[in-house]
């Protein structure tokens, strides 16, 4: 199966050129100029540490996200999946607050909890999608929903906010820094490495892949693909529970606006790198990339007064189909 | 002659009962979906159970809406199946509402309007209105004193709607003539996430700031986060919207956010027991009762903290 995606691929004869690989870098390079264009500090290392480190939540979502639709899945769920996550840690860690002294048990046990919730609401997911029958689009478009609500339930409408005094210890894990590197960098950059390793160089991101690809044929293969599905939406729920760890010590908060729209963002990372949106196919290098435009995007409108306030959503979606369209269609026309 | 008086009485106690007996108020307000719902809604629920409570038979209907079409629904259940008296609405858009509420007019039922008003005044019997072009102002013209007139000030705004135009109106009004300059103002959707990352942005793109508005204390908390990261902290101050974190804080002496603006979300209880008061008291209640958004320092926040609200 991987013999035929390598085929294709290099049938776009544009002197060999893969631009798959190369599109989203292209896109992320041409962005990187307009925006050393229009600002002078844009290229400081502290906007661009900015643009790594808050690109960290996407794009660790958006590497399980990658996993999911390689194996011809989706997952809505995400964002409110993050959100709830956060929302129970916070409860549990302040609960906690009134049983022990020992901050740092706290903390660990936060995290514990955050890791399982997020891995146990994936499986949940992928049991569902293949033990129930049901599409993944319907039942991540019904987890969502529950999801999202409950957190609102749990914060009152409100927000749930996390004890002064945990807080301040749980803090350097998103404002920390490993000589010099912000830790939600390198932890995106650990999790992009694990993800490269585990979807090309193993026989279980073949399957992944080849379930994706025809699912009657992978069966055939003597492939489980039920358990291959579970098992992409459970490493899918490990990513968030990964984001949600991290964004907790950000804000020390969690509310019904938390992970709103992470989803399409993390869709969007993905296809932007190239990922096919039909399965069969993964990179997890350009989904980092789109990921990286993204939140580019972002930064560059906030620094400029060139475009109209109203008209950001506009910028997005322009800059997304093209660079779709440099990824697809300059290999294809040639 | 005295068993007549009697009677009268009688009916009187009677009828004043079966009114009692009969009273069913519909409350039509916005989801939680962000901090400030969130509170509107909790006041909501405050007000039906104290009010419930005090009066027998009364019977108030609390109904969330997500969207402008979801309210227009949910009035229509409203009257269909609840048979409703009174209707108290906090009218997600003022014009595509007006229609719909006007329909309930027609069934009979009492109409208060809270907040934003609807592009027929005509149709409600009672109004009561927040002040956005006031909490802009409120805010500019603390910013005006503060700064002794001049300064480089940045704005962040909320989610592309009416109340956002009408509180940066305020806010540009208040400003404007004075030395202070608008150097930008961004989007921040009501929402920390996206204030943290815009105040991180304006902090790189400016080298001096001397001052924040954000037009809720969401964004403010976002923003604090993004400067506090920086290290900036000393160079600027904020002014948010009315939160009880940030009541608190304010009452506490912060120098951070040493100011907040009040929009109260406990207005929706205003209106619900102006509504109850038109069944249940002597008094008339109706007219238009204008809500200030009265500045919060240090002096007067006490009177504004609420703990358990969670907005």
Redo the contacts between chains.
Sequence with gaps: MSETTIQETKRGPLSGLDWKLFGPIAALVLLLIIGSLLNENFLSAANLLNILTRSAFIGIIAIGATFVISSGGIDLSVGSMAAFTAGVMIMLMNWMMGVTDMIWLIVVLGVVAGALIGTAAGWLNGILITRGGIEAFIVTLGTMGIYRSLVTYLADGGTLSLDRDVRALYRPVYYGDVFGLPIPVLLLALAAIAGWIVLNNTAFGRHVQSVGANEDVARYSAINTDRIKVYAFMIQGACVALATIVYVPRLGSASATTGVLWELEAIAAVIIGGTLLKGGYGRIGGTIAGALILTLIGNILNLTDLISNYLNGAVQGVIIIAAVFLQRGLGQKS | MKRLFTTVAAIAITSQAALAEDVTIGVSIPA????W???L??HANEAERRLEAQHEGLDIIISAAGSATEQANALEDLVAVQGIDALVILPFESDPLTDPVAQVAASGAFITVVDRGLADPSIQNIYVAGDNIGFGRSAGEYMVDRLSGSGNVVAM?GI?TVIDDQRMQGFEEAIAGSGIELM????A?????DA???M???L??FPEIDAVWAADD?MA??AL?AIR??GREDEMFLVGGGAS?VIKGVADGDTSIPATVLYPPSMIATAIDLTVARFMSNGPVEGTFNLASPLITADNAAAFYFPD???
């Design positions: 939680a979906t962000h901090g719902a969130g509170g809604n909790w705004r592309p930008a103002a961004e989007h959707n009501w929402s920390r996430d943290f990352e815009v991180q942005d304006y790189t793109r969401d908390q976002g986060e990261e920086a974190a609200s969670p907005y």
